[in-house]
């Protein structure tokens, strides 16, 4: 087993060596969660109790990520920016994903994350006179494997090529 995910996550890697940036693309998911989402299970993670109202109101959207999962974001104040969940429409399961500074994409038919993606940082940087900040930016790609974000790249917005 743990052979099987060394070489997935070494294919996943080479991907994104191959293509450039992480696409979405190149991270599809084979199948689509279609039946009633499960309620959002409290106890499976420490934090999730916690910030319940904020799960199960986004939850309740149903599966918006990697077939089957509900990414749940929100802004927890400073200094954190924006907090991530991902919840497993069929099990309620809670699992945390890494802070925001700005937002997240993903989509349904898809299992790669990108936490702070490029133009959404750019385009707040090149409205705002913040220049300490604006260097430090940096854009995450993240492969869910179904239990956990595994990182894949992570590319300073200023280096990155513009759209």
């Not at 959002?40 to 939850?59: K, Y």
């Not at 997240?104 to 006179?129: G, K, N």
């Amino acid at each position: 087993m743990r052979t099987l995910i060394l070489l997935a996550t070494a294919s996943i890697l080479l991907l994104s060596v191959q293509h450039g940036f992480p696409r979405f693309e190149d991270y599809p998911v084979q199948s689509r969660y279609t039946g009633h989402v499960a309620p959002v299970a409290t106890r499976s993670d420490s934090q999730a109790r916690r910030f319940r109202t904020r799960l199960r109101q986004g939850a309740k959207q149903g599966p918006n990520f990697a077939g089957r999962f509900t990414v749940v974001t929100w802004r927890a104040g400073f200094p954190y920016g924006a907090m991530l969940a991902i919840v497993d429409a069929k099990t309620g399961k809670v699992y945390f994903g890494p802070d925001l500074m700005f937002s997240a994409e993903y989509r349904l038919d898809s299992s790669l994350l990108i936490v702070d993606p490029p133009d959404r940082v750019r385009a707040f940087f090149d409205t705002d006179t913040t220049d300490r900040l604006r260097y430090a930016a940096t854009t995450f790609y993240y492969w869910w494997d179904g239990h956990r974000l595994i990182p894949v790249d992570s590319i300073p917005v200023y280096q990155a090529p513009a759209p």
